[in-house]
């Protein structure tokens, strides 16, 4: 698959993903912003090695099926 046939599907993955519990807990948005602030944490730390690890799942030769998906899952999962 190449990156310009994936850029619409992983855009629309970025643009609908909400966090579990973002639902479910009053003020969350607002609690997980003064959480990382406190914190230190920068979210776009993980920026570039979310970058390389898309790359290399779309540049991947083949389909993507079920089985694909699950190991670019898995290697977010890891991500630093």
């Known amino acids: 698959m190449d990156r310009a046939?994936?850029?619409?599907y992983l855009k629309?993955?970025?643009?609908?993903f909400r966090m579990p519990l973002a639902?479910?807990?009053a003020g969350y948005r607002r609690w997980s912003f003064?959480?990382?602030d406190a914190l230190g944490y920068d979210h776009t730390e993980a920026y570039g090695?979310?970058?390389r690890?898309?790359?290399d799942f779309v540049d991947n030769p083949g389909q993507a099926g079920?089985?694909?998906?699950?190991r670019l899952i898995d290697s977010l999962g890891r991500l630093p």
Do not use: E, I, N
């Not at 046939?5 to 619409?8: H, L, V």
């Not at 079920?66 to 699950?70: C, G, H, P, Q």
């Open 5 to 8: 046939a994936a850029a619409p």
């Open 12 to 16: 629309d993955v970025v643009a609908t």
């Open 23 to 25: 639902a479910t807990l």
């Open 34 to 36: 003064h959480l990382a």
């Open 49 to 51: 090695a979310l970058a």
């Open 53 to 55: 690890l898309v790359s």
């Open 66 to 70: 079920s089985d694909d998906v699950m």
